[in-house]
């Protein structure tokens, strides 16, 4: 009864935030303590973002009146803030009605895109992958539709800010989101999932995000290029490729780099995608600090094996391929800026056929 009431009153105090680019402007409220890009996301305005954790810079937007707060003063994207009045949408809060400016234009929302929402989830079937991969699921309180290749926002209770993790799964009205994560010496969240008493952990998330995302529809050829734990979203678009029967009319071709043999994973859920495909989706593994095992390209034939860097190696066995490609980058930042000069300059792909996640 006391919740209902406190609903009741906080209703209405929520702040107007307007919002200007320039091919016009879009108001939205924002929830008090609410970053004000998850306000306008969740109410369908489409400020732009890419990380949405603080490190790239693209939502950062200028304040034109009112007042905002940072959540994270140091956040490496403040880099990319020119002016004192510039600020990120995506660590700030309102304390005021807010009038925004932001470069470029506000884009509409893709048809059948779902508008992100916060809820909880509780951490289920916690494993190792790796010495250093670990795999989980959030059992969700509420069931949400994403598009293969999205990420999520996810809270740990007494960890300061999100983490965003690309969903592994696909699935419709998804009770469950799966995720792999890789561990980062003295990271925070990655280093807190790798200790005790994380099965069963409540944690809070924001879902569906992100923009590299796959639609059998597009009638492309499906070029994937992943470094490490960047293998998350690739699964994704596989799983829905496979369900749509993508490979009976398109080509696939997966680049999965690690370190060496001891940083795999996934060879086998990899292996029964192609192996319902072995005509048109090839899948490659590339390891860039060892030469391959005689025993490894041995136990599995159904795989190519190379040394190399997951970007040169790709590019290599991509020449002269790249006709009616989508390429889908996600890993570490060096990997996917490599990917990128790759992608655009030998490829030449246009942008529009180049989807990414910088793990940054
Ligand atoms: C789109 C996207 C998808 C990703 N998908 C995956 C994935 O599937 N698997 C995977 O292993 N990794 C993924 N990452 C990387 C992941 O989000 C984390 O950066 C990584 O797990 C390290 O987190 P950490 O807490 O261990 O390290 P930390 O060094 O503690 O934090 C890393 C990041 O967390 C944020 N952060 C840190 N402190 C604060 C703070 N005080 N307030 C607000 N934000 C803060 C910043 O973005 C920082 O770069 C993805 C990243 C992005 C951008
Ligand atoms: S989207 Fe805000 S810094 Fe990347």
């Not at 190519?304 to 002269?320: D, P």
């Given at each position: 009864m006391g919740g209902g009431r406190v609903e009741e009153d906080l209703r209405g105090l929520g702040l107007k935030i307007v919002v200007s680019a320039k091919n016009g402007s879009r108001d939205f409220e924002c929830d008090p303590g609410e970053k004000i890009l998850h306000a306008g996301l969740r109410r369908g305005v489409e400020l732009p973002y890419e990380c949405a954790t603080g490190t790239c810079g693209t939502c950062k937007a200028k304040l034109v009146s009112g007042r905002t707060e940072s959540a994270w003063a140091d956040a490496p994207g403040g880099r990319y803030l020119k002016s004192a009045g510039e600020f990120l949408m995506c660590q700030s809060v309102a304390h005021d009605d807010c009038a925004l400016e932001v470069g470029g234009t506000l884009k509409p929302r893709e048809p059948g895109a779902v508008a992100p929402r916060a809820f909880g989830g509780v951490v289920r079937g916690l494993r190792r992958l790796t010495h250093d991969v670990l795999a989980f699921d959030l059992a969700l309180d509420t069931p949400v539709d994403f598009e293969a290749g999205q990420f999520a926002l996810i809270t740990v209770p007494g960890i300061a800010g999100a983490r965003a993790y690309s969903m592994v799964n696909f699935d419709r009205r998804a009770e469950r989101l799966s995720f792999v994560v890789k561990k980062k010496p003295g990271g925070a969240v990655s280093e807190w999932l790798f200790g005790d008493r994380v099965e069963g952990a409540r944690l809070g998330v924001f879902a569906p995000m992100g923009h590299a995302t796959f639609q059998p529809d597009a009638g492309k050829h499906v070029l994937c290029i992943a470094g490490g734990s960047g293998i998350a979203g690739m699964m994704s678009i596989l799983s829905l490729a496979c369900e749509a029967d993508h490979f009976t009319r398109w080509d696939g071709h997966v680049f999965f780099g690690v370190r060496t043999e001891r940083d795999i994973f996934f060879l086998d859920e990899l292996a029964a995608f192609r192996a319902r495909y072995p005509e048109r989706l090839a899948m490659t593994i590339a390891l860039s600090d060892e030469d391959v095992p005689a025993s490894l390209s041995a136990a599995h034939p159904e795989f190519?094996?190379?040394?190399?860097?997951?970007?040169?190696?790709?590019?290599?066995?991509?020449?002269?391929r790249f006709a009616g490609v989508r390429a889908w980058v996600a890993g570490p930042p060096p990997m996917v800026d490599a990917s990128l000069r790759l992608l655009l300059r030998e490829a030449r792909l246009p942008p529009a056929d180049i989807r990414y996640d910088k793990f940054s």
């Open positions: 190519s094996f190379a040394r190399g860097f997951v970007h040169a190696v790709a590019g290599e066995r991509m020449a002269g």
